[in-house]
């Protein structure tokens, strides 16, 4: 199974970019799908994005589709999501996961997650 760990998070204000990253270990990566997660406080997780194991195809919640980009490199054994012109409603703790099967919306499907990292993003 492998381990993952998310970094990059912050506080910005509206209109402004970041770059999450995703390092995993412990098992051969390129076999996983990654997908991206979202926890507001007092809601349910909220998938994001996902991406294959070749990283060819991906899929966008519609609420992020244009301004978010999932994207990996094999050769570091990372997943990355691009933040663009963010909100506030995009305020949430995001978490980085992978399965080794194909890629999934359902958070249930998905048995390796990272720890999350806080994005705030202000008005």
């Known amino acids: 199974q492998v381990q993952l760990v998310e970094s990059g998070g912050g506080l910005v204000q509206a209109g402004d970019s970041l770059r999450l990253s995703c390092a995993a270990s412990g098992s051969t990566f390129s076999s996983y799908s990654v997908a991206w997660f979202r926890q507001a406080p007092g809601k349910g997780r909220e998938f994001v994005a996902s991406i294959r194991w070749s990283g060819i195809r991906t899929d966008y919640a519609d609420s992020v589709k244009d301004r978010f980009t999932i994207s990996r490199d094999n050769t570091k054994n990372s997943a990355y999501l691009q933040l663009n012109n963010l909100k506030p409603e995009d305020t949430a703790r995001y978490y980085c996961?992978?399965?080794?099967?194909?890629?999934?919306?359902?958070?249930?499907?998905?048995?390796?997650w990272g720890q999350g990292t806080q994005v705030t993003v202000s008005s």
């Open positions: 996961a992978a399965s080794i099967r194909a890629p999934s919306t359902s958070a249930l499907d998905y048995r390796s």
